[in-house]
């Protein structure tokens, strides 16, 4: 079956650093748009960041830019955000997404993992 399957959540510090991974089950996702979504209690889920499936191009929401940084690894089928200088506003569940498009939506992506918490202390 084709799956998304995210690790790397946990609790940081504000300031701190934490990566996340995503690892898809079949390599047809290296001819996919990945990116990062993520939702806080009671929100809606907000695009990230996204890569496109040659690493080539990247997006990023303008409350990570700077911050963040996405990165692929089609040989490994592995999608990953690595985020520095965490603001407790960053606490969230973070899900993985592939699409077909570089600029992901909830209404254009394929494919969903199922998330991974990430909490931002102060």
């Known amino acids: ?13 504000t300031g701190g650093s934490l990566r996340l991974s995503c ?18 209690p009671g929100k809606e889920r907000e695009f990230v960041a ?10 990023y929401a303008n ?6 940084t996405i990165s692929r690894d089609n040989a490994k089928n592995t999608v990953y955000l690595q985020m520095t200088s965490l603001k407790p506003e960053d606490t969230a569940v973070y899900y993985c997404a592939a699409g077909r498009f570089l600029r992901l939506g909830p209404s254009t ?14």
């Not at 079956?1 to 510090?13: I, M």
């Open 109 to 122: 992506v394929s494919y969903w993992g199922q998330g991974t918490q990430v909490t931002v202390s102060s």
């Open 23 to 40: 690892a898809a089950s079949e390599r047809t996702f290296s001819t996919y748009v990945l990116g990062w979504f993520r939702q806080a």
């Open 63 to 68: 409350s990570v830019k700077g911050r963040f």
């Open 50 to 59: 996204s890569i496109s499936w040659n690493g080539g191009s990247t997006i």
């Open 1 to 13: 079956q084709v799956q998304l399957g995210e690790s790397g959540g946990g609790l940081a510090q």
